[in-house]
């Protein structure tokens, strides 16, 4: 075999050798099943969207919804009534203190302060999410509505996912229905995946003096 023989005998060997890890790419995902970009986890009032930077497999997707999920209930004072839409809502009494309502993304705080007619508040993002995030959160600040008239925004952050939001809001008087709503984004690393979490919160209470 003369020189440019061998030349052209190695480019072929090479070329071969590429189109075999290219096709034998597809073999592996396929042979871990249909592959997903997203997942979300919800209940009442609450939805966390997840979007992965590269495609998962669907089992993959599928045991992270699950471990999220399982935190339900975990911290605070479980009531699914925190977060329902109506047409019976939560009610927030002057004399009990703080009110905790828990779902599987986070705890919402709120208490009453019929003296300057004003409601305390906080919210802290699970456990199950503070442990995947890879980044700050952008929070846009919670939207407060008293029945239909719009009351105020809070301000916005960019703290840490551990952060405990909290503030105050005034307007209301005893027997008003309130609402409220927030979103928080931030980055995760969800089962060594890198993507994206896009988590909106709200609820309605009725306070009474």
């Not at 890890?21 to 592996?28: E, G, K, M, V, Y």
């Not at 208490?111 to 999410?129: D, E, I, M, P, T």
Request: charged share 15%; hydrophobic share 35%; with cysteine.
């Amino acid at each position: 075999m003369n020189h440019r023989q061998r030349i052209a005998s190695s480019l072929i060997a090479a070329a071969l050798a590429g189109a075999a890890l290219i096709s034998s790419a597809p073999t592996a995902l396929a042979a871990e099943g249909p592959s997903v970009r997203s997942l979300t986890v919800g209940s009442e009032g609450t939805s966390l969207t997840i979007t992965f930077d590269v495609p998962v497999s669907a089992a993959k997707a599928a045991g992270l919804r699950a471990e999220l999920g399982s935190q339900a209930n975990s911290e605070g004072t479980a009531s699914t009534r925190g977060i329902d839409k109506g047409p019976i809502y939560p009610v927030v009494n002057c004399s009990e203190g703080n009110r905790s309502f828990t779902d599987r993304n986070g705890t919402f705080d709120v208490r009453y302060n019929c003296g300057y007619n004003v409601v305390n508040w906080g919210y802290k993002v699970s456990g199950a999410l503070v442990s995947i995030a890879a980044s700050t959160m952008q929070e846009t600040g919670v939207r407060w509505y008293k029945g239909s008239t719009f009351l105020g925004q809070n301000a916005p952050h960019n703290v840490p996912v551990s952060y405990s939001l909290h503030g105050t809001q005034g307007g209301m008087n005893s027997g008003d229905l309130l609402h409220w709503s927030d979103t928080m984004t931030f980055k995760v690393n969800a089962g060594g995946v890198p993507g994206s979490a896009h988590l909106t919160v709200g609820g309605s209470f009725v306070v009474l003096r």
